[in-house]
């Protein structure tokens, strides 16, 4: 039920900035909403594995919980990921802890996104190719 409302949020919105609901933003959405994993930021720097764990198991089943480091440091970078076994558990989390307080610090709580792919060297800049 959540999907759906934010899904009609999204048509609502996209109508009423510009009178037409892009396709491509609109099907970018209806995938990170059905995700089960959500990005987590603004982390608390003693906010580790477990303590993100125990602050998202309340909404369901955590199936993985990760802050992520820095490699030569190993000092939190603020930020991290959480995955549940299902999208509802996701949705509800998401709902309940987005601008809650962890660790002394507010959260910021979203569907992760994939990483973007590297794109492809581009030899004209940019440019238009018909001089």
Same mark, same amino acid.
């Given at each position: 039920?959540?999907?759906?409302?934010?899904?009609?949020?999204?048509?609502?919105?996209?109508?009423?900035?510009?009178?037409?609901?892009?396709?491509?933003?609109?099907?970018?959405s209806i995938?990170?909403?059905?995700?089960?994993?959500?990005?987590? %930021?603004?982390?608390?720097?003693?906010?580790?594995?477990?303590?993100?764990?125990?602050?998202?198991? %309340?909404?369901g089943e955590?199936?993985?919980?990760?802050?992520?480091?820095?490699?030569?440091? &190993?000092?939190?970078?603020?930020?991290?990921?959480?995955?549940? $076994?299902?999208? $509802?558990?996701?949705?509800?989390?998401?709902?309940?802890?987005? &601008?809650? $307080?962890? &660790?002394?610090?507010?959260?910021?709580?979203?569907?992760?996104t994939d990483?973007?792919?590297?794109?492809? =060297?581009?030899?004209? =800049? %940019?440019?238009?190719?018909? =001089?």
């Amino acid at each position: 039920m959540a999907f759906f409302n934010k899904f009609g949020s999204l048509v609502r919105q996209s109508i009423s900035q510009n009178g037409q609901v892009p396709m491509t933003s609109m099907l970018n959405s209806i995938r990170c909403m059905s995700s089960s994993k959500l990005f987590v %930021g603004g982390l608390a720097w003693s906010t580790d594995d477990q303590s993100l764990k125990d602050a998202f198991s %309340g909404f369901g089943e955590v199936t993985d919980a990760r802050v992520i480091t820095d490699r030569d440091t &190993g000092r939190s970078r603020g930020f991290g990921f959480v995955s549940y $076994e299902s999208t $509802e558990s996701a949705s509800e989390a998401l709902s309940a802890m987005d &601008g809650q $307080e962890l &660790g002394g610090r507010n959260i910021r709580v979203s569907y992760a996104t994939d990483k973007r792919q590297p794109q492809p =060297y581009n030899n004209n =800049y %940019g440019g238009n190719q018909d =001089y």
